[in-house]
């Protein structure tokens, strides 16, 4: 039988707590140009306040799904996330389209994102799981900032949608 699903309700108060921590610093940092640009102090809190309420929705939806049956096809979903990347090269100003591809992007890094790289390594390592997360994580890592200094150069000399396409290759390597 399998077992249940518990979710970790101090990580869930921590994550409540930096979302709180976020929201104050977003007011204090944008009260006086959102007064002056829009005549509302808390322009840009009232929108934060807006997404951190869905974001932790979503978080406490998220909380509740058992990721053991996507453990086995981590490649699809991260060739999802590398379709979704080389469409996103493609668009053309569309709303509709890019809302699409940004859901394929999700459900790809959603199902082959952190959580389904852990999964994998832990089973792949019994003992000294812990180092080889701590080496996919760096790997990760470096490979991330390898990302950020070859996308302003790709795009130098080449057009950014050729570029998009260059780096969704390096996030597949990734």
Same mark, same amino acid.
């Given at each position: 039988?399998?077992?249940?699903?518990?979710?970790?309700?101090?990580? %869930?108060?921590?994550?409540?707590?930096?979302?709180?921590?976020?929201? #104050?610093? =977003? @007011?204090? &940092?944008?009260?006086?140009?959102?007064?002056? !640009? @829009?005549? !509302?102090?808390? +322009?840009?809190?009232?929108?934060?306040?807006?997404?951190?309420?869905?974001?932790? &929705?979503?978080?406490?939806?998220?909380?509740?799904?058992?990721? !053991?049956? @996507? +453990?086995?096809? #981590? %490649?699809?979903?991260?060739?999802? &996330?590398? #379709?979704?990347?080389?469409?996103?090269? +493609?668009?053309?100003?569309?709303?509709?389209?890019?809302?699409?591809?940004?859901? #394929?992007?999700?459900?790809?890094?959603?199902?082959? $994102?952190?959580?389904?790289?852990?999964?994998?390594? /832990?089973?792949? @390592? !019994?003992?000294?799981?812990?180092?080889?997360?701590?080496? /996919?994580?760096? $790997? $990760? &890592?470096?490979?991330?900032?390898? $990302?950020?200094?070859?996308?302003?150069?790709? =795009?130098? %000399?080449?057009?950014?949608?050729?570029?998009?396409?260059?780096?969704?290759?390096?996030?597949?390597?990734?």
């Amino acid at each position: 039988m399998a077992r249940k699903l518990k979710s970790d309700k101090g990580l %869930f108060i921590a994550t409540l707590l930096l979302v709180a921590l976020s929201v #104050v610093m =977003v @007011y204090s &940092a944008s009260a006086p140009m959102a007064l002056d !640009r @829009y005549g !509302r102090a808390t +322009r840009f809190l009232t929108t934060q306040a807006m997404w951190a309420v869905l974001g932790i &929705a979503m978080l406490n939806t998220v909380m509740k799904v058992d990721y !053991r049956p @996507y +453990r086995e096809p #981590v %490649f699809i979903w991260t060739g999802l &996330a590398f #379709v979704a990347c080389r469409w996103f090269a +493609r668009l053309h100003g569309s709303a509709v389209q890019y809302f699409a591809a940004w859901c #394929v992007w999700m459900l790809g890094y959603f199902l082959s $994102g952190p959580i389904a790289h852990q999964i994998i390594i /832990a089973n792949w @390592y !019994r003992e000294r799981r812990g180092q080889a997360m701590g080496i /996919a994580y760096v $790997g $990760g &890592a470096l490979l991330g900032a390898v $990302g950020n200094k070859l996308n302003p150069w790709l =795009v130098t %000399f080449l057009p950014y949608t050729d570029a998009l396409k260059v780096s969704s290759f390096v996030m597949l390597l990734a």
